[in-house]
Structure formats: C-alpha cells, structure tokens
C-alpha cells in the first residue's frame, strides 16, 4: 500500500520568496512521484514527475522537485514566488502499474497563498 | 491531442434523481480512471477501465454507482438516486500503459450539486 502525507495545509509566502512545499511518501516499491496543481474549479495539471532517472525534476512554470530516497521526500520548490502560482498542490505516489487506488494515491493537498 | 475532456462540468440536481457524467479520454489511452474530489481533500479512487473492461472497483463505489466503457473510448459514470453525500467534482483520467512512469492526465472534472 501506498500513502503520501503533505505537511501543511496552507502556505503563504509572499511575491518573490522561495516556495517550498513538503511532500512525504511511503511506498513498498520504487515510487513514482508526481505534483499535479488544481486552479479553483478545474482538473489536475500535471506540474512534474520523477520516474527513477534523475532525482532532481524539472517542471513547468519554474517548479522543480527533488527525490530523496534516504528521507522518502518529494519536496516542491520554487526559486521566485508569482502571484500566478496561487493554487492548490497535490503530491501523489504510484507502484507504476497504472493500476487503481494502489497506481495512484493523493495527499490532501496544500493550498498556496501568495501575499503581494 | 485534445486532452481529456468532461461533460457537464457542472451538474445540480435534487436528491433522488439521477445524473450521468460523461468523460471523453485522450485519443488512444486505453486506460480510464474515475476520481471523486470533494473540498479540501485529494482525488480519491473510484473506478478504472482497461479499454472496456473494468477492472477494479473501490468501496466507495457504491451500488448506486456504475460506470461503463463500451466500446474502449469514452466513458459514462451513473449515479442513481442521487443523496447530498454525493455532492462533489467527478474527475476523469487516462493515460496510455506501457510508458514510462504511466503519467495520468487529468481532465476538468464534473461538479454536482445535489440538493
């Protein structure tokens, strides 16, 4: 079985500053590891994914994220926060085999407030 | 590639009644997801197709649930006599197995309101 636990539910930060969301995961193969953003009322954006090649990802919109196998993590990051980048961020864990609630598990997400 | 696409996107309807989504998958992904979002939480699991069939179901697929892929392509969920606990966005997925890291794309999802 596979879970993944976001810490924090909300994140401010202001216009400018780093991002940084936490994303912890368990998992008893090797994951992949992905982050989706919702903007209100529409579906999931695949932002970036990590499949076992590099631990260091590169998304859209400037995001990236990096795998730590040591601390089971999957933490988002952003150098410079935009007013844009106010959503909700979802970190989700699959076994790669597509499968039903085992191929893809969510966290509860962490909503992402930009302050001006 | 038109991504997946969902129809209505927006549903009310009384309680009692029933209501049928409809998710059309990005062209030749052969396998469909059904999601149930409700506020403040994450995507949970309710259904997926392989081509037509369908092969996992999650407990919270009731039985007045149902889902369907007839011929493979697009898919319809049914919820009949709908209660207000049913309240929440549907969110269709598809994704194409065999690729590496089987990205599942997304689509607008189906919000119902049932009062």
């Known amino acids: 079985a596979q879970s993944v636990t976001q810490l924090g539910s909300h994140v401010s930060v202001s216009e400018g500053a780093l991002v940084l969301l936490r994303c912890n995961y368990s998992?008893?193969?090797?994951?992949?590891l992905f982050w989706y953003v919702q903007y209100p009322n529409q579906g999931l954006q695949l932002l970036l994914k990590y499949t076992s090649a590099a631990t260091l990802v590169k998304g859209i919109n400037g995001f990236e994220a990096e795998f730590k196998k040591s601390e089971t993590s999957f933490h988002l990051t952003k150098p410079s926060a935009h007013m844009s980048d106010a959503a909700e961020y979802f970190c989700a864990v699959s076994d790669g085999s597509g499968g039903g609630a085992d191929g893809l598990t969510f966290g509860k997400g962490t909503h992402l407030i930009i302050q001006p | 590639d038109t991504g997946v696409s969902q129809d209505p996107r927006h549903k009310i309807t009384k309680r009692g009644q029933n209501v049928t989504f409809r998710c059309d998958p990005i062209s030749e992904h052969n396998r469909l997801y059904w999601y149930r979002q409700t506020l403040g939480q994450g995507p949970e699991f309710l259904t997926y197709?392989?081509?037509?069939?369908?092969?996992?179901k999650s407990r919270l697929l009731s039985d007045r649930f149902s889902a369907e892929r007839p011929k493979g392509s697009f898919s319809t969920l049914e919820i009949q006599r709908t209660e207000q606990g049913d309240s929440a966005m549907y969110l269709c997925a598809s994704t194409h197995t065999g690729i590496s890291g089987n990205t599942i794309y997304f689509g607008e999802g189906s919000w119902l309101t049932v009062v």
């Open positions: 197709f392989q081509n037509e069939a369908q092969l996992e």
């Open positions: 998992s008893s193969v090797p994951p992949y």
